[in-house]
């Protein structure tokens, strides 16, 4: 694969990365590998990425890109986004091509999940 000039890497805000990491570690299985006291990366995910510490959050309402996940379960992603801490801020809602949710994680940051 040709990764020459394609989207490589993300990084967001966190204003509690240890509560951060908990919860993408619950709910998605990742894992993660520090860099200092401030930041922590992610990989294999579908991109790969970071958190770096920080009072902002990033949504959509402040302009920042969503970011959004895939699933087959929907209702089951959105117990385990519960179940880890996770506020859902839109319930499950239809949308041509699909249906999904958006939900916050520990440290503010919005996120969507959709199914087919």
């Known amino acids: ?11 967001l805000p966190a204003k509690d990365l240890a509560a951060t990491k908990v919860f993408f570690q619950s709910v998605f299985g990742w894992s993660f590998v520090d860099y200092g006291p401030e ?3 992610f990989s294999d995910q579908g991109i790969d990425g970071g958190f770096f510490k920080s009072e902002l959050a990033s949504s ?7 970011i ?11 117990a385990k986004v519960e179940k880890a801490g996770g506020s ?11 249906r999904r949710f958006h939900f916050t994680e520990p440290s503010g940051n919005e996120f969507a999940v959709w199914s087919e």
């Open 60 to 66: 959509p309402q402040n302009g920042a890109a969503l």
């Open 68 to 78: 959004i996940f895939y699933s087959t379960q929907l209702e089951a992603t959105l």
């Open 88 to 98: 859902i801020i839109r319930p499950i809602f239809s949308f041509p091509g699909g």
């Open 39 to 41: 930041y922590t990366a």
């Open 1 to 11: 694969m040709n990764l020459h000039e394609k989207i490589n890497y993300v990084e």
